[in-house]
């Protein structure tokens, strides 16, 4: 591809939760995350963050730690909301799967907790730093990644939830509204159900939605 470059090489191996998500902020810089490498373990340097840094790969700053598996952020003005994966095998019911509000520098709580509840392995280990909580508990295992923001909806959030794998009754697979009162969410309610496996939203220039889906390896377009 003509006028390729690398921009930054020296960047984390995140082992099984080794995708990507980047964007760029309300501040002209590259946010993008990096997961932890298992399901419940410590971080290593980079792992289980997310950073931001200059379009030119300078100035890299870690924005946020104690990430398990980010597949998802956007802005609602210019606060960053981020989407984050709970850990399995602790049972059908927790630990939550995440939305968090970024505050710069901030100890979001993995591998100690897990929303707000400690994680197997590390029940009884002091944290490094005070954990920032969710802001809203999805479900457990419905894997929440891609998160957009709708000028179409006023502002709600969409996102999509991939889908669990080792729950007893499957749950996700659908994109849910969350519903904003202030800068505050409040609910989520299923908008699109029985979309294959979403893995992110992004709103069209007409305000339709258009939903991406690794399992029909197709991008959906719903018009309103």
């Known amino acids: 591809m003509s006028g390729r470059r690398d921009i930054r090489r020296d960047l ?3 082992g099984g939760h080794s995708l990507r998500y980047i964007g760029i902020g309300p501040d002209n810089r ?3 995350s990096f997961g932890s490498p298992c399901n419940i373990c410590l971080p290593r340097g980079l792992q289980g963050t997310i950073v931001s840094m200059n379009q ?3 100035d890299l700053r870690r924005v946020a730690w104690g990430v398990r598996n980010s597949v998802g952020f956007d802005w609602r003005g210019r606060t960053m909301f981020f989407t984050d994966n709970g850990a399995d095998r602790m049972g059908d019911d927790i630990p939550p799967d995440e939305l968090n509000q970024l505050r710069p520098g901030g100890f979001y709580g993995f591998p100690y907790f897990g929303g707000q509840v400690r994680l197997r392995g590390f029940e009884d280990a002091p944290p490094p730093a005070r954990q920032i909580p969710p ?3 999805f479900q457990a295992h419905v894997a929440a990644l891609g998160i957009h923001f709708f000028r179409s909806l006023g ?3 969409l996102v999509a939830q991939h889908g669990s794998w080792d729950r ?3 749950v996700g ?3 849910v509204r969350v519903r904003f009162r202030g800068n505050r969410p409040v609910s989520a309610t299923t908008f699109i159900g029985r979309v294959g496996r979403p ?3 992004k709103e069209a220039p007409d305000g339709s939605v258009l939903v991406s889906d690794d399992a029909g390896g197709a991008i959906h377009i719903f018009r309103r």
């Open 12 to 14: 984390p191996d995140s």
């Open 30 to 32: 590259v946010y993008v």
């Open 56 to 58: 030119n790969g300078s």
């Open 135 to 137: 802001v809203f508990n």
């Open 155 to 157: 502002g709600d959030a």
């Open 168 to 170: 007893s009754v499957p």
């Open 173 to 175: 697979y659908q994109v």
């Open 199 to 201: 893995v992110d939203v």
